[in-house]
């Protein structure tokens, strides 16, 4: 239902709504049209006639006693034409009296005839002489249109036949037209109810529209709603899948960087190794040689050789010594100060190494974090997650944790 309030168009929509009422309007108005003429005038009709049929008779015929057939006519004239009344002779082949008025339109004028009087539904009266005070016919009650014979005997002469004529209603159609061309304003007879249907059928249409235009907006409202919420998915997709890449290419540089902690770790354990031993030979060189010192320069070293020679009595050649480069007690001291700065370094890698695996943990974290923020996008209270601070904070933190490996 609200997928088609949706596909409708405005000019399709208030055509619709407009036709929906005015067969809406029609229907009422056939309903009340029934109601009014075939149930209210009937029944007024019938209380009427069942009256008629109890007086009328003693009335006319005290009337024909006297000759005043003025008095007839006006008797007959009272119901204003709104239904027939007709007094013919005792054959019912001529018509004597008859009503004149005509209420806004003909109605029973045509039946008014020896013919016309024949096919009559209502049954008839007699006019007598002396007059009949016991009605013959009577309706049982107001909803009974054919009258039944009260089983009462005539008495006297009889001078007349009276016949009682139904005002049929108009059509329809010509009943909805008088009411909408002769004036809408116009509070009587069927009027009335057409008037009623016709406003409460145009209230009720604006009341269809105005709940279909409120449910076509909160729909449009809903969709927008929707539209923002899966754009702002694409985009939380958008990072979750940028973080992923991250996340591959910081596992990446994790692996590269142990790889390189671990040669760098196994070189300096290495180089301290070698520099222990280096270290040990030294020492191993200098133990044996005893108290011999080297001389600084050549002079001394000539000395030296010139004073061993004359108390041993035996000639030495002159042999020219070459001067060390450097003492061995600072290389010693310059291997002595390397070794714990090259311990530093291995153990600054080391640490470096670990705090990098500790930041790949916390990357895999937050992509647990941003799927299960993705799959509960669409919850209504959901706060919105700022990626890019969570994303900042970790390469803020990375920036803090870096470690400076140069050799001081």
């Not at 480069?325 to 010693?332: D, G, K, R, Y």
């Amino acid at each position: 239902m609200d997928k088609i309030l949706l596909s409708l168009r405005n000019r399709i929509l208030l055509p619709a709504v407009c036709m929906a009422g005015i067969v809406i309007w029609l229907t009422l108005c056939s309903v009340h049209y029934q109601s009014y003429w075939q149930g209210t005038i009937a029944r007024v009709q019938t209380t009427d006639f069942n009256l008629l049929h109890h007086t009328l008779p003693a009335t006319l015929s005290a009337m024909i006693q006297e000759g005043r057939d003025d008095l007839i006519q006006k008797t007959l004239d009272s119901s204003y034409g709104l239904f027939g009344l007709v007094v013919t002779d005792p054959s019912g082949e001529n018509v004597l009296y008859r009503t004149d008025k005509i209420y806004h339109r003909q109605s029973w004028q045509k039946d008014a005839t020896a013919e016309g009087l024949a096919h009559d539904s209502e049954p008839f009266d007699l006019i007598t002489d002396p007059p009949q005070l016991e009605p013959l016919y009577a309706h049982a009650s107001p909803r009974e249109e054919k009258a039944k014979a009260t089983g009462a005997k005539v008495r006297g002469k009889i001078l007349g036949r009276i016949y009682y004529l139904r005002s049929p209603p108009p059509p329809f159609a010509e009943d909805i037209g008088n009411f909408l061309v002769t004036g809408v304003a116009e509070m009587s007879g069927a009027k009335r109810g057409y008037f009623y249907i016709s406003m409460a059928s145009v209230g009720f249409s604006l009341v269809i529209l105005l709940l279909i235009y409120l449910r076509r907006r909160g729909l449009e409202l809903k969709q927008k709603e929707v539209e923002h919420v899966r754009r702002e998915l694409d985009i939380r997709k958008k990072a979750l899948e940028h973080l992923s890449n991250e996340l591959a290419t910081q596992k990446a540089r994790k692996v590269w960087l142990e790889r390189e902690a671990d040669q760098a770790y196994r070189r300096a354990v290495g180089l301290k190794q070698n520099l222990e031993r280096l270290r040990d030979a030294l020492a191993g060189s200098m133990s044996q040689s005893g108290n011999f010192s080297v001389p600084t320069n050549s002079n001394e070293a000539a000395n030296m050789a010139n004073s061993n020679s004359s108390s041993s009595g035996q000639v030495i050649s002159h042999v020219r010594i070459r001067p060390v480069v450097s003492p061995p007690s600072s290389i010693l001291e310059e291997i002595e100060i390397l070794i714990p700065d090259l311990s530093d370094n291995a153990t600054a890698l080391r640490s470096q190494a670990n705090i990098l695996h500790d930041y790949c943990n916390s990357l895999e974290e937050r992509q647990v974090e941003m799927k299960r923020i993705v799959e509960g996008a669409f919850a209504p209270r959901t706060p919105p997650i700022q990626a890019p601070q969570a994303q900042a904070q970790p390469q803020q933190a990375a920036n803090a944790d870096i470690i400076d490996m140069s050799p001081h």
